[in-house]
């Protein structure tokens, strides 16, 4: 397998076409988020070029844009206020640990993905992931509301916000509220038709820039500031022994994030194209494009859903388009950055509001009540977690308590499957042979039979059979349809066989193959059962079985 991606020069037209317009989506993207994160109005830029150009040129997507997310930019927001509060306030230290974070984050991507571990990723269920992605949004949100009326975000984070909101509601500026209604009112109004030629973040950042020099220059309003030209320099990892271990939490926590966001817009891509990405490559490629960003201080980034809809939908079809509008953003880098220092903080507030209302799961929200009560329950709580506690707090608990819920069901599934009978029933589908056999013993025989995964869910089901199970002569263990055996499982069930030995019942063992097998011999099943007793076939089972039966009844009558 190559490192690199696949990169052909077949649709050159069309991944140039997609790059330049995939750029054009980025630029107002990453000045907002830039803006959001508190990490400099030059980072946004920098993360966009790095992990856009190195995500695409090893990753496993072709088509996939890779630049700040909104959730990447939540989570950045967080780690860059407590880094300066580690750094005892010195935000040239905070902002060079945050960095840090952000390598450590691309570190776990890669090993990750070195691990094959990718497609492991998003196997958690959706009503975990819709409240999380939801929670990210409900953050974004809250955190444009102070830059939206014009003021600074007060301390505290998302609690502070929301605690100071009466505060910052009797404070708005007009202007810059205006103009962040402006950016909203274009976002949303602009007819699909002009939607479909140019962005309407890039008409709204124009816009409303406009509108700020010329209606609002004698008036006092936030701006993004000056961008530095030029290359950006060289930010080393720095970090205190004492902060290590809380980094480390959070390179974890904003790599997994990473994972989640650009597989699931991998996904989208595979759709679109009716291609079949490749998670473990993908993940090693924003592994590194992460590196790289946090070396010469840029925001994380993950894939991007919108640049990455559009770019296919622009014609591209290879990894040289997100090649390609890295090398657009460069040049703004290089040569154009100071053309956006006039932009007002409230206009890329109003784009990044839209972001954060787009991030929401509004088709989930609007009927997960419907759909199922319990999913719904975990969708609010990981939500209200994530938003007002903490992410890994929020995802952990509501992966615990759903796949608790799910094995509880499966479990209440299974436990039907284990069944004991003594006589031909309707119970277990025998075959007429099986019948006569049955019928020859006169209940002297109990077939236990289990069917399906025997996962430790079902140990309680087992251990119930085996306690209600009359009197007999013989116990035959039918395993035939039994794909799996936990552990748990396989001790409720050496539990079964050791008391019907020790209570003077023959044991025969049916259908235990393969692994099924390997695992009972592990457990040293063959203590109770001997060799000779254990069979493949049902039918020689039972067959011994009522040997056994007249064995037994013929030297009870001496």
Known sequence: MSLTNTINFRNMRGDIFGGVTAAIVSLPLALAFAAASGAGPASGLYGAVCVGFFAA???????????PTGPMTVVMTAI???????????????????????MLAGLFQILLGIF????????????????FMSGIGVILIILQVAPFVGQPNPKGGVLGIVQNLPDLLTKINPAETALGVLTLAIIFLMPA????????????????????LVFFGNLEIRRIGEIPMG??????????????????VDGAMLGMLGCIDTLLTAVIADSLTRTEHKSDKELI??????????????????????????????GASTAVSGLTRALVLLVVVLWAANLTESIPM???????????????????????????????????GVLFLTVFVDLIVAVGIGVFIANILTIERLSQLQSQEVKTISDADDTIVLNDEEKKLLDQANGRILLFYLSGPMIFGVSKAIAREHSAMADS?????????????????????ENAIKDACEQGRHVLIVGATGKVKRRLENFGVSRFVPPHHMFVDRVEALKQAVALVKTDNTSSVY
């Open 57 to 67: 040129l090893f990753g496993g997507t072709p088509t996939l844009i890779s630049e």
């Open 285 to 314: 490629g924003q592994g590194i494009g992460n590196i790289v960003s946090g070396l010469f201080g840029g925001l994380p980034g993950a894939g991007a859903t919108m640049g990455t809809v559009v770019n296919i939908q622009t």
């Open 346 to 380: 409230a206009v890329l507030a109003g784009i990044a509001l839209k972001v954060g209302i787009d991030i929401l799961d509004w088709s989930f929200l609007k009927r997960a009540h419907k759909v199922s009560w319990k999913g719904s329950v975990i969708m609010y």
């Open 116 to 131: 094959k571990l990718g497609k492991y990723i998003t196997l958690m269920p959706y009503s975990v992931i819709s409240g």
């Open 80 to 102: 860059v206020t407590s880094m300066i509060a580690a750094a005892g306030g010195d935000e040239k230290t905070g902002l060079a640990m945050a960095f840090t974070v952000v």
């Open 473 to 493: 002569d013989v116990l035959i263990v039918d395993l035939s349809d039994v794909p799996m055996l936990g552990v748990t499982a396989s001790l409720a069930i």
């Open 193 to 212: 038709k002009i939607k479909r030629v140019v962005p309407p973040q890039l008409v709204a950042l124009i816009i409303g820039t406009v509108v700020s």
């Open 231 to 248: 290359l950006p320099s060289l930010q080393l990892p720095v970090f205190t022994p004492s902060q290590i271990t809380i980094m480390l």
